[in-house]
């Protein structure tokens, strides 16, 4: 049985492996003031051309959405999400356990735009109802999708025009960052939003995320709010160590691409045979259509998500690839379904 349900089934690259052996009998700091935490912080300042923003490493990516967002906003001001939003949708109501509300709009490809920020402001006048002050969107979206740099300038300037904040879930950033069509360069981020992550666990790291807080004012007493929301991890070098391998050969964008590639090859081998897609993804997430019955001697080789169904006879699957996925899989997953599709004459 292989596994296309997610990009985390897998351990960790063998060079986190390593050094995290070869440091393991070493004493150091805790709680992420270790030589190896600031030395990847330093790097990724680096890598993205800032100085100027604080850095802060975290296990998981709810862990980080519900910490900054909670730090972030006061307790009557809410967060608009699109409809498919993590923080919406996945997230088991955290981010409304700190007692902010998250506010639904309606998108068809997983994108938030001004407009519907506009819309959002106009149906929340007063104080008989939350305060919208946080845009929070990811790249790439919960579908697939990515912000090209316009789309995300254009984000930037209406929350800056209207005060809000620009917040980014980067749980698959290098994804995004790595797809075809991409035009968002790293250095970008600082500039354009006022908070990101960068997500390690889906893209080659045992755990952990990067948050990169870049607007001034929410910097303040930060670390403060991590160790209230139990997230300042003592031994915080076993985050810092794998963030400074990722980055310090690149290896995080090489994984990265790898994943992107076998999404890709799975996703022309699936259209080779005629089959269409749900979205046009670019990332390491695909959702093809498929005929039921496909489907059903699929799940007898492969695990994944029925993501949608689409009528009575055809459903939508997501098939997502990792830094570890084999070419051979891909190519056997293939195979298999021109073979059904020749079993069962369906098209």
């Given at each position: 049985?292989?596994?296309?349900?997610?990009?985390?089934?897998?351990?960790?690259?063998?060079?986190i492996?390593?050094?995290?052996?070869?440091?393991?009998?070493?004493?150091?700091?805790?709680?992420?003031?270790?030589?190896?935490s600031?030395?990847?912080?330093?790097?990724?300042?680096?890598?993205?051309?800032?100085?100027?923003?604080?850095?802060?490493?975290?296990?998981?990516?709810?862990?980080?959405?519900?910490?900054?967002?909670?730090?972030?906003?006061?307790?009557?001001?809410?967060?608009i999400?699109?409809?498919?939003?993590?923080?919406?949708v996945?997230?088991?109501?955290?981010?409304?356990?700190?007692?902010?509300?998250?506010?639904?709009?309606?998108?068809?490809?997983?994108?938030?735009?001004?407009?519907?920020?506009?819309?959002?402001?106009e149906?929340?006048?007063?104080?008989?109802?939350?305060?919208?002050?946080?845009?929070?969107?990811?790249?790439?979206?919960?579908?697939?999708?990515?912000?090209?740099?316009?789309?995300?300038?254009?984000?930037?300037?209406?929350?800056?025009?209207?005060?809000?904040i620009?917040?980014?879930?980067?749980?698959?950033?290098?994804?995004?960052?790595?797809?075809?069509?991409?035009?968002?360069?790293?250095?970008?981020?600082?500039?354009?939003?006022?908070?990101?992550?960068?997500?390690?666990?889906?893209?080659?790291?045992?755990?952990?995320?990067?948050?990169?807080?870049?607007?001034?004012s929410?910097?303040?007493?930060?670390?403060?709010?991590i160790?209230?929301?139990?997230?300042?991890?003592?031994?915080?070098?076993?985050?810092?160590?794998?963030?400074?391998?990722?980055?310090?050969?690149?290896?995080?964008?090489?994984?990265?691409?790898?994943?992107?590639?076998?999404?890709?090859?799975l996703?022309?081998?699936?259209?080779?045979?005629?089959?269409?897609?749900?979205?046009?993804?670019?990332?390491?997430?695909?959702?093809?259509?498929?005929?039921?019955?496909?489907?059903?001697?699929?799940?007898?080789?492969?695990?994944?998500?029925?993501?949608?169904?689409?009528?009575?006879?055809?459903?939508?699957?997501?098939?997502v690839?990792?830094?570890?996925?084999?070419?051979?899989?891909?190519?056997?997953?293939?195979?298999?379904?021109t073979?059904?599709?020749?079993?069962?004459?369906?098209?």
């Open positions: 049985m292989y596994s296309f349900k997610n990009d985390y089934s897998e351990g960790a690259h063998p060079n492996l390593k050094a995290l052996m070869e440091s393991n009998m070493e004493q150091s700091e805790g709680y992420g003031e270790d030589k190896y600031l030395a990847a912080i330093t790097l990724l300042k680096d890598k993205m051309k800032c100085d100027e923003v604080d850095i802060h490493m975290f296990c998981g990516g709810t862990q980080t959405n519900l910490t900054a967002i909670s730090a972030f906003l006061r307790p009557h001001e809410a967060v999400s699109a409809s498919t939003g993590h923080v919406l996945h997230e088991t109501g955290a981010i409304e356990a700190t007692g902010h509300k998250v506010i639904s709009m309606k998108v068809d490809d997983g994108k938030l735009k001004p407009i519907h920020i506009k819309m959002t402001l149906e929340h006048t007063d104080e008989h109802m939350v305060k919208p002050k946080m845009v929070y969107i990811s790249n790439p979206t919960e579908i697939g999708s990515i912000y090209k740099k316009q789309e995300l300038k254009d984000l930037s300037e209406c929350c800056r025009l209207n005060n809000l620009l917040y980014l879930d980067g749980a698959r950033l290098g994804s995004a960052l790595c797809s075809k069509g991409n035009d968002i360069e790293f250095s970008d981020l600082p500039r354009l939003t006022d908070a990101f992550y960068i997500g390690g666990t889906k893209n080659g790291a045992l755990m952990g995320e990067a948050l990169v807080i870049c607007r001034e929410l910097k303040e007493d930060f670390r403060f709010h160790k209230q929301k139990g997230g300042l991890l003592a031994k915080g070098r076993l985050i810092g160590i794998q963030f400074l391998e990722l980055f310090k050969e690149n290896i995080f964008f090489d994984l990265a691409k790898h994943a992107n590639d076998m999404a890709q090859l996703k022309m081998g699936i259209s080779n045979c005629g089959y269409e897609f749900l979205i046009d993804s670019q990332t390491n997430q695909i959702f093809p259509i498929l005929p039921n019955k496909i489907i059903e001697k699929l799940k007898e080789k492969y695990s994944f998500y029925i993501w949608q169904k689409i009528d009575e006879d055809n459903s939508a699957i997501r098939l690839t990792s830094w570890a996925t084999a070419e051979e899989a891909v190519k056997s997953f293939i195979d298999d379904i073979i059904f599709m020749n079993e069962f004459y369906v098209v």
